[in-house]
């Protein structure tokens, strides 16, 4: 069962497509077919990205941070560059 359907291409892509698919012999239709068979394919395999966890050990904040807004704490990390 096949789906006919439209997209907007910029005309230099639909260009390349073209001439693409008449060196290799076959139409603009198929060579876009293979292509976006080979991307559903390839996420398909793909592994997502996972976030390592870069966690440190200690107690939480310090004690003059511990009830701080998060602005004061934001403020202070950068005081040694002389951003304030």
């Known amino acids: 069962m096949t789906m006919k359907t439209t997209f907007d291409l910029p005309e230099a892509l639909v260009s390349d497509v ?6 290799r012999g076959t139409t603009a239709r198929d060579l876009v077919q293979q292509a976006l068979t080979r991307v559903v394919a390839e996420d398909a395999t793909a592994t997502p990205f996972t976030l390592r966890d870069m966690s440190v050990s200690g107690a939480g904040m310090t004690p003059e941070f511990a009830n701080a807004k998060w602005s004061d704490i934001l403020d202070e990390s950068y005081s040694y560059r002389g951003l304030e």
């Open 18 to 23: 073209k001439r693409i698919a008449k060196a």
